[in-house]
């Protein structure tokens, strides 16, 4: 019996190849490098990455991955030396590549894929396109293992890379014809204090143009503006002094129109403030004091700087480490940060700066914070614009050194049970509007309060007025 393993390895070969069928599953696209449109011209040499993520997780016995096959479509050839490499999760494995036919393209890996993991791999190889255009063009892709068995059946296409592109198995071959020049560009500096510089230009005709190629003193990295029917982009902080702008069209990175007549413009020193942050609130938690903010609508904004004052202090200061770094996702999520001192009862102010590129700065946008150790205001009138008046705060710190579920109970002085109000872990203030578990504004008079924080109560009373 010491050949069972042998067999059944085999058998199970047998099954994967008749039917298809495989527990590792995958997922993957084709693009061309640098580029999003999965779009190549006819007879050129294009780069292009294959992108797979193969999960291994409930892979079986002769599921072991030896060989990751391409098959190209009719008309892309390729050649074994134009094999550029395959990363895993981004590092570099060793393997080699053998065309077959001029259209199959095996990479056969060093090691055997063994290990019960989820990853992914980009395979770069150059490809000469056919001489005929084709709105799809099929690529498709396959993993085999150590017998040279498929492994299931071609990989399913989908988004792999993580990046806003192809997403597909297939490309587009267009004609190997240019789209004519840019016309109507021009070149405007900014004339109100900011460093910018506006461009306009009439979109291209053309249907195969997906967007421009914009060149400031012929740097080799150029600003993609995406889009055919895009006619203007505003280059945001550039350096003071003298500089040049040319546009192409592109259909690819590999076929652009020729570049405009030259654009030159001088832009002056930034001397704009930035708009103000918007939306700012400044809370209490467990964590300490959250301040929390909009961004700034100013495009040049490069971070934001927190400010404090209290009544004890003579206007605003910087808080130590309260400088907080514009970032892409918070521009969209909005900023958060954290004063984690102890502040005294009392009234302080918390303000918000943009800052510029320049060290311009904005307007303050600022909020109080009012801390007191019984709840506030007493009386209060819920029929007031005012929202520092329509609502009575109650603090959790009413109950010194006391920690645990934060509740307070409102009774009428009958005894009835008016409103519960119940704290959400981290809370440290609980608001009552006067309005009762109905939703109704309850009548004028005097309510009792029950406050307690965990075992630890404290009871007292609120005059409510309209």
């Known amino acids: 019996m010491k050949n069972t393993p042998i067999i059944l390895v ?16 995958s997922v993957g696209e084709i693009n061309v490098v640098d580029q999003t449109e999965g779009v190549v011209p006819a007879s050129t040499t294009a780069p292009l990455i294959v992108t797979l993520v193969i999960d291994r997780s409930l892979a079986e016995p002769g599921e072991e991955i030896k060989t990751i096959e391409i098959l190209l479509p009719p008309g892309f050839l390729t050649q074994s030396d134009r094999f550029k490499g395959i990363t895993r999760d981004r590092n570099p494995i060793a393997a080699r590549a053998v065309v077959s036919g001029g259209n199959i393209l095996r990479v056969e890996l060093a090691d055997l894929i063994v290990d019960l993991q989820n990853s992914r791999y980009d395979i770069t190889f150059d490809c000469q396109t056919p001489n005929t255009v084709t709105l799809s063009a099929a ?18 296409e989908g988004q792999a890379d993580g990046k806003l592109n192809n ?30 510089v506006t461009l306009r230009w009439q979109n291209s005709a053309d249907p195969d143009v997906n967007g421009y190629l914009i060149y400031r003193d012929t740097e080799q990295s150029p600003i993609n503006v995406k889009g055919r029917s895009s006619t203007t982009f505003r280059d945001v902080d550039v350096p003071q002094g003298q500089h040049t702008y040319q546009i192409t069209a592109y259909k690819t990175r590999l076929l652009q129109s020729e570049r405009s007549p030259v654009q030159t413009v001088n832009v002056s020193e930034d001397t704009a403030a930035p708009q103000p942050p918007t939306m700012l609130s400044v809370t209490t938690s467990n964590e300490g004091v959250e301040v929390s903010w909009k961004p700034s609508i100013s495009r040049d904004v490069t971070a934001y700087r927190i400010l404090f004052g209290s009544a ?12 907080l770094q514009r970032t892409p996702e918070d521009e969209v999520a909005g900023y958060r940060f954290i004063d984690e001192r102890i502040l005294a009862i009392g009234s302080f102010t918390y303000a918000v700066i ?21 709840p506030y205001p007493n009386p209060f009138t819920p029929l007031s614009p005012d929202p520092d008046f329509n609502q009575v705060v ?38 009552w509007d006067g309005h009762d578990e109905t939703g109704e504004v309850v009548e004028s008079g005097v309510y009792v309060y029950q406050l307690q924080v965990g075992e630890n109560f404290k009871t007292g009373t609120v005059i409510l007025a309209k």
């Open 312 to 323: 004890e202090t003579d206007g605003l200061e910087p808080l130590p480490n309260g400088v």
């Open 10 to 25: 085999l058998i199970v070969n047998l099954f994967i190849s008749i039917n298809g069928y495989a527990a590792v599953t």
């Open 354 to 374: 943009a800052v510029d590129e320049a060290d311009n700065t904005s307007e303050p946008t600022q909020a109080k914070l009012r801390i007191f150790a019984k």
């Open 139 to 156: 690529f498709r892709v396959r993993l085999r293992n150590l017998d040279d068995a498929p492994i299931g059946e071609f990989i399913r």
């Open 394 to 431: 109650f603090p959790a710190r009413a109950i010194e050194d006391a920690s645990g579920e934060f509740t307070v109970l409102i009774y009428d002085i009958d005894g009835m049970l008016v409103k519960t109000l119940t704290a959400l872990p981290g809370e440290t203030e609980l608001t």
């Open 167 to 196: 997403n597909k198995f297939t490309l587009q071959v267009i004609a190997n014809v240019p789209p004519g020049p840019v016309i109507g560009f021009t070149a405007e500096a900014d004339t109100t204090g900011e460093n910018d």
